[in-house]
């Protein structure tokens, strides 16, 4: 798959190489899920992440740049060089830590959610959700018809069109969604607790640059700053750490 490179985003007064080769830290996100990561208006990456990994690299004196991979091939992409980390709203769980290697979560363990067109919609009908993700696979073994699309846009759309009854996906990208459909779109039910949090995915040879990333978040988590952009991206009502 063609890679694209984003401007550089970074403003590290020093860059340091790592004794496993990394000088030029490439940060590989989706840039399609919103508001962990998406394309602005002005075409540039956005999000949360994008925000947090530019300053977790500043902190870790990193001269890092920023590449955009469909979701569905973002982990072999990694393992395979095309990059060296991944913020990509990936949930750190068993299967996934067989292949490639997290650091420790930078958004605590949060509820699933579904969504549809009304509060009372099926959610043991037809269920869509992102291929390879955690909620695809707790869809795939609920009973349910699971619906996979290549991107969230995808599953919300194939709730507007009739295709799912629901979608089901990370409670805390729905919201905006939800929030900005004028009524159209509902929750439904109850939240569902899945995965250890949100991690950054490294290669499992890469064990200096997930100790150097650790760091980072450590100091991030310890002085506040961490929890604030939590708030400021996904709201007051967010997951925090205490």
């Known amino acids: 798959m063609k890679l694209i490179l984003s401007a550089l985003a970074l403003t590290a007064t020093t860059t340091i190489a790592l004794a496993d080769g990394h000088s030029v830290v490439r940060m590989g996100t989706e840039g399609a899920y919103a508001p962990y990561n998406f394309i602005n208006d002005a075409g540039d990456i956005d999000g949360f992440e994008i925000e947090l990994g530019n300053e977790l690299c500043a902190r870790a004196e990193l ?3 920023w590449v955009t991979n469909e979701w569905d091939s973002i982990i072999p992409n990694l393992t395979s060089g095309n990059y060296d980390t991944i913020m990509a709203g990936m949930s750190i769980t068993d299967e996934r830590d067989e292949v490639i290697d997290f650091t420790q979560n930078y958004f605590p363990p ?3 959610a579904y969504v549809g067109l009304t509060a009372d919609a099926d959610t043991t009908g037809v269920i869509a959700a992102q291929t390879n993700t955690i909620q695809a696979g707790f869809v795939a073994e609920s009973g349910a018809t699971l619906l996979e699309y290549a991107t969230y846009d ?11 009854d629901a979608v089901f996906a990370d409670r805390d990208a729905l919201v905006p969604t939800v929030e900005e459909s004028g009524g159209e779109l509902s929750f439904v039910g109850e939240g569902v607790p899945l995965g250890g949090g949100v991690g950054m995915g490294v290669r499992e040879s890469d064990g200096e640059l997930k100790a150097t990333f650790d760091a980072a978040i450590t100091s991030m988590k310890e002085d506040g700053t961490l929890n604030a952009l939590i708030v400021k991206w996904f709201g007051e009502d967010a997951a ?3």
């Not at 995808?154 to 799912?164: D, F, L, Q, W, Y």
Request: with cysteine; hydrophobic share 30%.
């Open 63 to 65: 001269t890092c740049e």
């Open 110 to 112: 949060a509820d699933s």
């Open 240 to 242: 925090t750490y205490e």
């Open 154 to 164: 995808e599953t919300i759309a194939a709730v507007r069109n009739g295709e799912a």
